[in-house]
């Protein structure tokens, strides 16, 4: 395969990049869509599956209303992915929790999501602050460990890995051109020309779409961009499947379309390190038990960690 | 289908499979006291439903996940009988331990 | 022998070696080690001693049906049960951080925790799948399995029994469950002629003992009167709620009771798992880890030895699991290099000459293509989440490259058995999709639970507890 044109080609294949390579091609242009192989950093391979609004944009009000507008337009989105490919993604937005374990906790949270509806203005931001009572109405089988909950209605979840599986199949079902194993070794650019050397040959494009993750940080300035991106880790244990028993989300617990209990997700700064670590399992495992005793008898069956793309402050990075 | 060979291991325990008490070797696991109560499956698959028995044994498979003493999806292969132990039918998904 | 107290104490236990493992090679280890002064646990999920050739030997070793396989391990056994070691049966290894030598086991429902200078994985090998139609029928079983029921608990398959598939196993089953009083149909898979693979592979001479061995367990078996059918191709179990007859080109067998085998691999979950370096022998056609002549591995503290580390026999991780303790002992400073190498002579010889029929055993139960990527569509790979061969195709066919991504999009390997069994379907079927060698696809990452635990148990693992402010 050498010497490939196309009119658009994009950078990784993840969640990010293989839904802007489904746009492209929609819209009618030749897309390829380059990744690497089997084993990568890959965080759509390895996230939660929240569709999280709550706390989301704290200190920037737009970013709030970025991540709000976005889960508003997620029924849509699963609905055409869903007409496409027939692939459910499990999306179910009933809003959601956090729990909290501490008066302390419970002020803290009280406080931020306090100033999310100051910063919101006039676009407004619904929540509550539930005590343990009201908390155990909405999720049955709370610990007494639960001292109370804030609730907002905007929360959700979905199957991220029916949506990854569901993107690549609709980019290659629209005739786009998916080509993993791939290995960039030479980059050069000009206005409205791009030319990568490759293990595969040389692939040239008029356009080009950064969105490789944490690949982005090293291959943004040969593009003359910066993106200085950092991996966070974050370690997720998942529950052998029980009957449905959770109807809404919680910020670390949530049930899958198939019943698995998923409990996560810390936030370590540890560099490119994707080992798991017992210390920081153990305590996943042991505030899912604070916050529901029946989790504790359920058998773990699945574990991992998997790194964040994370931007300096957290925030999304633009121009 | 199994059977015994009681003059080769004469040393019994009883258990109770699906309701019904049996003896068997001492030594077994739960998964050869299911495999001696010659039911024709002791689980349905989360999945699908469809009936399972033991596979390997070993530990290995996971097709064994049975409920016993009242606790579901236990791995009956690895789990040596005790007497009056109840190996019981695993439903597809477990029920919510509350 | 001492036992530890079942709560694990506040600072987690040391030991110059702990051994994963209470199978010949992991008990040839221990006895090694106690002889160099090393402090030594071992730790086996099994409730006694003897892995899988001698498993429940103390049990088995007076039936008529295995006394006389069982006798070697039974004398290993008793020399074993007099150390002076730390013997943790029925504790299942779920996590091992080799950074810190922390070994994390899960007993009657309760976390322990371990430290050791130096660890030796000792945990065997498993049967390879045999994923043909209808495998997953209740009544349809691995071979080993009811070699395992027949040496836990003298039991055996009623009825009509067929075994089907090929290697040095199935005659050896065939033989005891006919000395149990059963006997069973063997229709067996092997396409490789024997006189010609010998003759290609060498060692007949050198491994002359062992090859008469195997010899006279197939005449053994056949002078009973046992029905062979030879070379059948195309398998399939049937049968409508549990397996009623075998299936294949040009034949039929009704049976109760359906026995499958296609050899033995390495057990790589944990020696992957911790991130040790693999690579595929394409001669065993499965992964193996990279490791020295004692077995050492590419991770400072750890080891493998036995059937985990390359399948050579009970005889060979005997001496695999000495040369393992001999290399711990001269790492740990209670041996001078030259003190190793000198001593180490007599068990590296026992090992090649152990090893020596392998190259011919290998070539002749060679599993057949169909066997390692099963061609029709709807038969299952992942039994877990009962992931299709062709679905598997279709994954490979839209970029999954590997077996990882492949999980992503089916949930293959995501199930309880954690890609145990399906990892080597999984991989030849993309490998044979993409037009690849498998060694190019890779394998499943696999991860700490090794083996399910409670999300309480792992809750009060050590630090967890009081973690929390
Ligand atoms: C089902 C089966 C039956 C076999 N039968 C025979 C036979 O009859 N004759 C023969 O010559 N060869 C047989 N073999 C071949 C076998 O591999 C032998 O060569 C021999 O048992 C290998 O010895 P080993 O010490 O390497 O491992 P093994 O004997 O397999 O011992 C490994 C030990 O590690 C333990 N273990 C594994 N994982 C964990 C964990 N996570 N935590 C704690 N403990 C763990 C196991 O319980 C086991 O006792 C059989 C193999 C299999 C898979
Ligand atoms: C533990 C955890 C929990 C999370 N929970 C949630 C959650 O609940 N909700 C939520 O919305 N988000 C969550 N996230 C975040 C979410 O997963 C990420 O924001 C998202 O997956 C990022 O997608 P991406 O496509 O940008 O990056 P990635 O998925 O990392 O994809 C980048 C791709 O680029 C490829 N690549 C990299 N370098 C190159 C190169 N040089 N050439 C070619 N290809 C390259 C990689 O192989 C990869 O396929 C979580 C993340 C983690 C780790
Ligand atoms: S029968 Fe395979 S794990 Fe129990």
């Keep these: 395969m050498t010497g490939r044109r196309f009119d658009a080609m994009v950078i990784g294949g993840g969640l990010v990049g293989s839904a802007i390579a489904w746009g492209l091609r929609r819209e009618g242009l030749s897309v390829a869509l380059l990744d690497e192989g089997d084993a990568a950093f890959r965080a759509s391979r390895g996230n939660f599956g929240l569709v999280w609004v709550q706390s989301k944009g704290l200190g920037a009000p737009w970013y709030q209303r970025w991540t709000r507008q976005s889960a508003e337009s997620w029924p849509g989105l699963a609905d055409d992915l869903a007409k496409q490919n027939g692939l459910s993604l499990g999306l179910s937005q009933p809003g959601g929790l956090h729990l909290c374990l501490s008066d302390r906790e419970m002020n803290k949270r009280a406080e931020r999501l306090e100033q999310m509806k100051r910063e919101a203005g006039n676009y407004g931001f619904e929540y509550r602050m539930l005590d343990a009572r009201e908390a155990r109405d909405l999720l049955p089988g709370l610990g007494p460990a639960v001292v109370g909950a804030s609730f907002t209605p905007y929360d959700g979840h979905v199957s991220p890995l029916a949506l990854l599986r569901s993107r690549h199949q609709g980019f290659t079902a629209l005739g786009g051109v998916y080509l993993p194993n791939v290995k960039i070794t030479g980059i050069a650019t000009a206005p409205r020309n791009f030319l990568l050397e490759t293990n595969l040959g040389t692939i040239q494009a008029e356009r080009a779409v950064l969105a490789a993750g944490l690949g982005n940080a090293k291959l943004a300035p040969h593009f003359g961009l910066k993106a200085p991106v950092r991996p966070q880790r974050g370690q997720v244990l998942v529950t052998e499947r029980t009957r449905a028993a959770l109807p809404m989300p919680t910020t670390t617990i949530r049930q899958t379309g198939e019943g698995s209990i998923m409990l996560g997700d810390s936030v370590e700064e540890v560099g490119f390190d994707t080992r798991q670590s017992q210390p920081v399992m153990a305590e996943i495992a042991h505030r899912a038990a604070l916050c529901f005793p029946w989790i504790g008898r359920l058998n773990v069956v699945r574990a991992w960690s998997a790194l964040r793309v994370m931007s300096p402050d957290g925030l999304p990075i633009y121009d | ?98 | 022998m001492n036992l530890v107290p079942v709560k694990a104490p506040q600072a987690p236990r040391k030991f110059d070696l702990a051994i994963v493992g209470a199978g010949p090679s992991g008990m040839a280890a221990a006895i090694a080690a106690r002889e160099f002064g090393l402090s030594v646990l071992v730790v086996d999920e099994n409730a006694a001693p003897g892995g899988q050739v001698f498993r429940a030997a103390e049990l088995a070793g007076a039936d008529p049906a295995l006394a006389r396989d069982m006798a070697p391990g039974l004398e290993l056994i008793a020399r074993f049960r007099a150390l002076d070691v730390t013997y943790r049966p029925g504790a299942t290894l779920w996590m091992l951080d080799p950074d810190t030598g922390t070994l994390s086991l899960s007993c009657l429902n309760e976390t322990m925790e371990f430290v050791a200078e130096r660890i030796l994985l000792a945990t065997g090998a498993q049967e390879r799948p045999v994923p043909i139609p209808g495998w997953t029928l209740p009544g349809v079983m691995s071979a080993g399995a009811a070699q395992i029921a027949l040496k836990t608990a003298g039991m055996v398959p009623s009825g009509r029994v067929v075994l089907a598939g090929q290697g040095p196993l199935m005659w050896l089953l065939a033989n005891q469950l006919i000395r149990a009083g059963v006997m069973p149909v063997l229709v067996e898979t092997r396409t490789q002629p024997i006189l010609r693979t010998a003759l290609e592979q060498g060692g007949i001479f050198s491994g002359f003992a062992q090859l008469t061995k195997g010899i006279g367990l197939i005449l053994k078996a056949r002078q009973s009167g046992m029905r062979v059918i030879s070379g059948a191709r195309h398998l399939r179990a049937e049968g409508a709620a549990r397996v009623q007859s075998l299936r294949f080109e040009g034949g039929f067998e009704p049976c109760d009771t359906l026995l499958l085998h296609e050899g033995v691999i390495p057990s790589t979950h944990i020696s992957m798992a911790i991130g040790l370096e693999h690579f595929w022998d394409a001669r065993q056609l499965c992964w193996r880890p990279r490791l020295d002549v004692f077995g050492a591995s590419t991770h400072a503290r750890i080891a493998v030895a036995g059937d985990g580390a390359v399948i050579g026999g009970w005889e060979a991780a005997v001496a695999s699991g000495q040369l393992a303790a001999l290399d711990a002992a001269f790492r740990l400073g209670r041996m001078a290099q030259a003190a190793r190498d000198f001593q180490a002579e007599a068990s590296a010889d026992a090992l090649l000459q152990a090893r020596t029929l392998r190259p011919f055993l290998d070539a002749l139960y060679a599993p057949s293509h169909e066997i390692l990527a099963p061609p029709e569509e709807s038969t299952i790979i992942c039994r877990c989440e009962e992931v299709t061969a062709g679905s598997l195709r279709w994954a490979a066919a839209i970029g999954a490259t590997g077996p990882n991504q492949a999980k992503a999009y089916l949930r293959c390997g995501m199930g309880p058995c954690q890609g145990r069994l399906c990892g080597p379907t999984v991989a030849a079927v993309i490998a044979e999709t993409r037009n690849v060698p498998v060694e190019e696809v890779g394998h499943f990452r696999p991860r700490a639970p090794y083996k399910p635990i409670t999300v309480q148990e792992l809750a009060g693992a050590q630090h967890g507890a009081d973690r929390l402010s």
């Design chain 2, 1 to 98: 289908m199994f059977r015994t060979r009681p003059d080769h291991r004469t040393e019994t325990v009883q258990v109770i499979v699906e309701g019904r008490a049996l003896m068997v070797p001492e030594g077994s696991s739960a998964a050869a006291a299911i495999l001696l109560a010659g039911l024709a499956s002791i689980r349905e698959t989360a999945v699908s439903g469809s009936p399972r028995l033991p596979w390997c044994m070993m530990g290995i498979c996971f097709d064994c996940l049975t409920e016993i003493d009242g606790v579901a999806n236990r791995q009956a292969c690895m789990v040596p009988v005790a007497v009056g132990m109840r190996i019981a039918r695993q439903h597809g998904a477990r029920d919510v331990p509350r």
